[in-house]
């Protein structure tokens, strides 16, 4: 391997302990962040990804609640739940957890949120705000990336980015963030002809697409940065035994769990090319509720003026 292995995990690290740091400056203040959680049913991923949030609030000294709605609760109910929590001057962030289940639409009760409030950075307002180039919350995945970049040292300003993956939650304001930090951006999606060569222009390459190991060698440009931000179950033994040859870690995890955690670039062959990378797990993983933890900070900070 001749890629720098960037360490989300340790950047993630020192985001908390900043973010605990403001949090004691603001207690001096009597001011003691909160973050309201809403679960809609019972996704056990998304139970997981709960518990971590409320477990790290804690951790920090941010005050943090869970609300959970039965999967059958129909949307006036949600809906009355997010203004409650609208009305309640004591709460700084509210977050959303998605997906929703059927029917319920996730995107029109994401734009019931309180936009001063919106620590995940998905209401059209804030949306509108990043794009501007005068951000208010920034979807928390991207934001931590961008810090990743920056306290790994790898230069924006005129640099050629291009993101894999067009979603709200990452891929948009990724791109955004890229062009606010003045690099020349592309974005690639399903339908991008020749993808490999336009991935292989990028001195900063960000993949964002759900699909275990589509970047390839072929789509890495000797030296270039590669961040990758899928996070992709495989159970395919062969599969596995292929991406990371006589990596017996992995195969333990396989036999064990059933299947093992896997990015969007095919890591071993990748980072003999790259200049720096990103692993799954360890890479951007734990940056993203480090970003919600940061957001909830700001949300209390302003909403007081401060
Ligand atoms: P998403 O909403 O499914 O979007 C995927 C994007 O990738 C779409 O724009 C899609 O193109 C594009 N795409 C899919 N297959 C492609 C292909 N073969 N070639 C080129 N483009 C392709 O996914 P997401 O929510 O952004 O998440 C992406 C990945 O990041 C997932 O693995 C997710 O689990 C992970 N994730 C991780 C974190 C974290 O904290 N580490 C946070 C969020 C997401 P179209 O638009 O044309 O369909």
Redesign the pocket.
Known sequence: MNARILDGAAVAAAIRERVAGQVHELAARGVSPRLEVILVGDDPASRVYVAAKGKACLQVGIRSGTHNLPAGAGGDELAALIAALNADPDVDGILLQMPLPKPLDGRAFLDLIDPARDVDGFHPTNVGLLHQGRPAFVP??PA?IVELLDRSGVALTGARAVV????????KPMAALLLARHATVTM?????AD?AAVCREADVLV?????PA?VTVAHVKPGAAVID????RVDDAALVARLYPGDAERQGQLAKRGYTLV??VDFTAVAAVAGAITP?PG???????AGLLQNTVTAARRRRGL
């Open positions: 928390c995945t931590g894999l993956g067009r979603s709200e939650i990452v891929g690639c999606h399903s339908r991008t993808l993949a964002a697409a759900g699909k589509l931000v899928g996070v992709n990015g969007d799954v890479g951007v993983g734990p940056l993203t509720i």
